[in-house]
Nanobody, 115 residues
């Protein structure tokens, strides 16, 4: 009954923007960190952006200044704004919620940056 569902991925030209959203359903206890990860074909999954329950954020150097992670507590979502997209940003983007009682993952959403 606990689910994370990502949306907002798609095909975009270099320099374009996308906004990804992660909607949580069910009850998740003791969540202290939420984040976005990505995995390109043939590569390992990497951290993109993290946000703590206190609001502190951390970004990968490759996306710093271009991506913004945020939470909407009323809607129970965590969003990722992707600006100035580059072909190297092409990957499946995954939402993650980390808690003391579990580590939750979404199914992923594809982001493709190409002309």
């Amino acid at each position: 009954q606990v689910q994370l569902v990502e949306s907002g991925g798609g095909l975009v030209q270099p320099g374009g923007s996308l906004r990804l959203s992660c909607a949580a359903s069910g009850i998740m206890f003791s969540v202290y960190e939420r984040g976005w990860y990505r995995q390109a074909p043939g590569k390992k999954r990497e951290v993109v952006a993290l946000i703590t329950s206190g609001g502190s954020t951390t970004y990968a150097d490759s996306v710093k200044g271009r991506f913004t992670i945020s939470r909407d507590t009323a809607k129970n979502t965590v969003d990722l704004q992707l600006n100035s997209l580059k072909p190297d940003d092409t990957a499946v983007y995954y939402c993650n919620h980390r808690g003391h009682l579990g580590n939750y993952w979404g199914q992923g959403t594809q982001v493709t940056v190409s002309s």
